[in-house]
Each structure stands twice: as structure tokens, then as C-alpha cells.
């Protein structure tokens, strides 16, 4: 049990930093898209620049987890793998804007900090979760011959039952 505990912090650990590194890639190109130079060669356009952000923050973060994060997992092909992964990393994003609306429209919060504390702190960590749970287990799939885990890393026995 205690093997299986280390085995998916070290995931969880791998998997943050990866993250971090994509953050600091998104932030840094979208801050150069808008304000170095002068102008800025997308200084009135925060939208293209953003979009820009995340499309190379997305693959930066894509390689660091197939490569490092979950490099011991089966290969199920480049394609399907990076189409999951934008898809997947999409529906992450959607997690912290929904949870920005909810706080913005619905609970009426419209500070600054109301909006970052909804949308960088509890969005951000519930997208995160959600993009480490449907990474792991769609994205870079266990290898045939592993045993399958739950979420807290325990073998999940297979009987008939369970296989479909």
C-alpha cells in the first residue's frame, strides 16, 4: 500500500511541475504578445494573445507529461493521445472559467481577488485535478501488463464483472 501511495505522489509531483513549467509558458509568451515593444505586437488583441498562450503552453505541457510524467506508460499513438490531451486540457479550462462565472454572475463577487481566488484557486485546482485523473487514466494509459489502480493507487481487482 505504502508503494502504491509513493508511486502516485511521485505522479502527482512530476505532473505539478510539468504544469508549473506550462504556466510560466503561457504567462511569459502572453505577456510578450501584448506588452513587449512598443507597441506590443498584440497589444490590443488580449483574446489572439491568449489563445496563442495556451496553444504552445498545451503542447509544452502534452510533452512533458508523455515524455517525464507518465513516460513508462504504453504508447497508444501520437494522435489519439495529443487529440485526448486537447480535448481533456480544454475541458479543464472550462472547469475554472465555470467556476469564475459562477462566482462572478451568480454569487455576484466581482472584486479582483474574488475573481483570481475563483478562477486561479479554486478552478485552477479542480481543473487540475480533474486533467490529472483523465490524463492518467485516458490519455497515457497503464500498459497491459500493470495491474489497474483507483484513484488512491490501490489494485483494483478484475473479475468478470469489471472487465466490461
Not at 504544469?19 to 505586437?41: E, S, T, Y
Not at 489563445?51 to 517525464?68: E, M
Not at 480533474?130 to 497503464?142: E, G, L, N, Q
Request: charged fraction near 20%.
Amino acid at each position: 500500500m505504502l508503494e502504491r501511495v509513493r508511486r502516485l505522489a511521485h505522479e502527482v509531483v512530476k505532473f505539478g511541475i510539468v504544469g508549473g513549467l506550462g504556466f510560466i509558458v503561457d504567462v511569459g509568451i502572453f505577456n510578450l504578445l501584448r506588452f513587449a515593444g512598443d507597441p506590443g505586437m498584440l497589444e490590443h488583441k488580449p483574446l489572439t494573445a491568449k489563445g496563442i498562450s495556451v496553444a504552445v503552453a498545451t503542447v509544452v505541457t502534452y510533452l512533458g507529461n508523455r515524455h517525464w510524467t507518465w513516460r513508462d506508460r504504453a504508447r497508444s499513438g501520437t494522435r489519439r493521445e495529443a487529440s485526448l490531451f486537447f480535448l481533456l486540457n480544454a475541458v479543464g479550462m472550462l472547469i475554472a472559467v465555470g467556476c469564475l462565472a459562477f462566482s462572478h454572475y451568480v454569487l455576484d463577487l466581482r472584486s479582483p481577488l474574488a475573481d483570481n481566488i475563483s478562477a486561479n484557486v479554486v478552478g485552477l485546482v479542480l481543473g487540475m485535478v480533474f486533467r490529472f485523473w483523465t490524463y492518467r487514466t485516458f490519455v497515457f494509459k497503464r500498459r497491459p501488463d500493470e495491474q489497474p489502480l483507483d484513484l488512491t493507487g490501490a489494485v483494483v481487482e478484475v473479475t468478470e464483472s469489471t472487465k466490461s
